[in-house]
């Protein structure tokens, strides 16, 4: 498949979300989120890309770099904005596995300050319809660590199944080995759950 033949949005909405590709301007927003949730994500999203940024130029240049890569269509990382305050309240990423099949990994995260809201849990399912109809995706792929009960939950609630457990595959900041459970959704699951 050929993804620049595909119309593909750089927002998408859920009832109280608005998910967008960042643009040009979002850098201090990005910059303060990262400050914000790094003890937050330390333990399981340490390597993640909003944690990068030294400071706010650096953030401005990496969501221009992220908004590049969406629209050329190599990974798109949509911040989660609530509705009624504009705050940023989450990340969502979603990367290109393969075009061929086509195929998208999804990982997630969120504000501290907005844990336990089902902040993700909506965003995924709008996430979902996002990459199904628009990505025309066949399959969809979630990893997450199989210590972290609230991301995996959220893959389950999501209809995702459970294809397998790598386990002690990876070291925690702490020194403990953790695994990684392995979710996948297909584009039939996903209709007929609908």
Aim: charged share 25%.
């Amino acid at each position: 498949m050929d993804p620049q033949s595909l119309n593909v949005p750089s927002s998408f909405e859920s009832e109280r979300f608005v998910l967008r590709s960042y643009r040009p301007g979002d850098g201090a927003i990005y910059y303060a989120a990262g400050v914000r949730n790094r003890d937050h994500l330390g333990r399981y999203e340490s390597m993640n890309v909003i944690l990068a940024p030294k400071s706010e130029a650096d953030a401005e240049e990496l969501v221009q770099e992220l908004a590049a890569e969406w629209a050329a269509r190599r990974s798109f990382f949509a911040g989660i904005f609530d509705k009624a305050s504009g705050a940023w309240v989450g990340q969502l990423y979603i990367g290109v596995v393969n075009w061929d099949t086509p195929e998208f990994e999804l990982g997630y995260v969120v504000d501290h300050d907005h844990e336990g809201q089902g902040v993700i849990s909506e965003s995924v399912n709008a996430a979902l319809a996002f990459i199904f109809e628009h990505l025309r995706a066949h399959r969809v792929s979630v990893r997450c660590d199989d210590t972290n009960e609230r991301s995996y939950r959220v893959a389950e609630r999501a209809g995702f199944v459970r294809e397998g457990h790598l386990r002690e595959d990876h070291r925690q900041v702490d020194g403990m080995f953790t695994g990684t459970y392995v979710y996948g959704l297909l584009a039939s699951e996903f209709a007929s759950g609908r």
